[in-house]
């Protein structure tokens, strides 16, 4: 198979659907297939938007990746939303004001001719790029599949604002675009098919870990950089330190708990966390390590006694799986893909979305019973060699991509048909036969 992906960043920017499509792209070269990656120069989020934030210059094509410059211009947010307001989705989909908007790229898109199978598109709510590789598949004849990582947030809200910047208008038109739509919970599968999709194109798939990856590491080593005395328990927060990873409620909690522990925060540090750390009162029992390698995560999950992520804003929550593998519990909120995925009271503990104070008493709980802490640690381990193989996942994307190929079903096609009005209040792209034997370049 020729395949390209779509994604708003690559490695080495650190995110969840970065490393994903990385290890996925990977996975699909070592059997023989052929994958390009279009996606932007940038490292930091605030790339899309900002000039002078970390990002890598343009390549037209370095081992398979090809990278193009956002657009960034004064007064760039405020803009955008003005021309939000037309009421037509494929449009709101690219004036979205997180989007890297990637002229570069557009045009890239409407001119190549190399070989292709299909385009695998990610991830919400950063819609530009995967908008970009609808338009490619549509000219092409080809399948267009769509991981769109779905945050759904706080599952008792009913206004919930995660799940609502999710599950916008220009966001749920482009899951309908999709050919086959990949979800890794049982409640991301249910929002996409409440959202329009049909039942038979939604794949539930799910995440892996490779323990090798993420464990290891030198517990004394680690604890004696932290300060950490050996019986002083350490809680693991590694994540974009920020409000929507759950980073100032953990430190609120910590805040309430009244139990000595160690925190220990990893990761890169956005912008509102940062505001609330200036403020924040007890400074002393909190390491920050800011962006690990490879073998200081190691160290990091060796280090630590138990891992929360009290996150808003997670489709799954990879790192979860990772604590697991390391033989630690995990607490988080009853949000997004964690409530799905930890079994409270067996391999963590959940609180309900926004509760700092049973928050704390749940981390409090594991801080007091060590006994708790490896009983919980050690069925999440058995959990990740049974349930969440990497193998597993990556293959069954591949079986379905290669179904969806030969598959031969008529796709929609032509570039400016992305653009057309149909019925007074839709744009749509009308359906052509697909164009067999055409491949992507490797």
Known sequence: MHLAHFVQRFPPALGGSEAYFARLGEYLVGRGDTVNVWTTTAIDLEAFWKKGKKELPQSANRSGVLRFLPLRFPGRRYILKAASLLPFPAWQAVTLPCNPICPGMWRAVKRYDGPLDAVH??????????????????????????????????????????????????????????????????????????????????VLQGLGVEPAECTGGNREAARSRWNASPNEVAIGHLANNSVEKGTVDL???????????????????????????????????????????????????????????????????????????????????????????IRDGID???????????????????????????????????RVGEEFRWEDKLKRVRDVSSEAISEGKRVRGGASTLFSFRRGSEWSAPRSAPTRGEKMDG
């Not at 430190?251 to 522990?261: F, N, P, Q, T």
């Open 121 to 202: 598109a990610t991830a919400f709510p950063y819609a530009f790029p995967i908008l970009c590789g609808l338009n490619l598949a549509r000219r092409r004849g080809v399948p267009f599949l769509l991981s769109p990582f779905l945050h759904l947030g706080d599952p008792t809200d009913p206004h919930d604002r995660t799940r609502k910047q999710y599950t916008f208008r220009p966001l749920r038109w482009l899951l309908r675009q999709a050919d086959r739509v990949f979800v890794q919970t049982p409640s991301e599968r249910e929002m996409a098919i409440e959202l329009g999709v049909p039942e038979r194109k939604v």
């Open 348 to 382: 963590g503990r959940l609180a309900p979305c926004g509760n700092v104070e049973k928050l704390a008493e749940c981390m409090a709980e594991l801080i007091r019973n060590s006994a708790t802490r490896d009983a919980m640690g050690a069925a999440g381990r058995k």
């Open 251 to 341: 430190l609120k909690a910590v805040e309430r708990m009244g139990v000595d522990c160690r925190v220990v925060l990893a990761g890169p540090e956005m912008a509102n966390f940062k505001i609330f750390w200036e403020s924040y009162g007890p400074k002393h029992r909190f390491t920050r390590l800011g962006v690990l390698s490879e073998s200081e995560k190691r160290d990091f999950f060796a280090g630590i006694d138990l891992f929360a992520l009290p996150s808003r804003s997670d489709s799954f929550g990879l790192v979860l799986l990772e604590a697991w593998a390391n033989g630690k519990p995990v607490v988080a909120y009853r949000a997004g893909g964690p409530a799905d995925l």
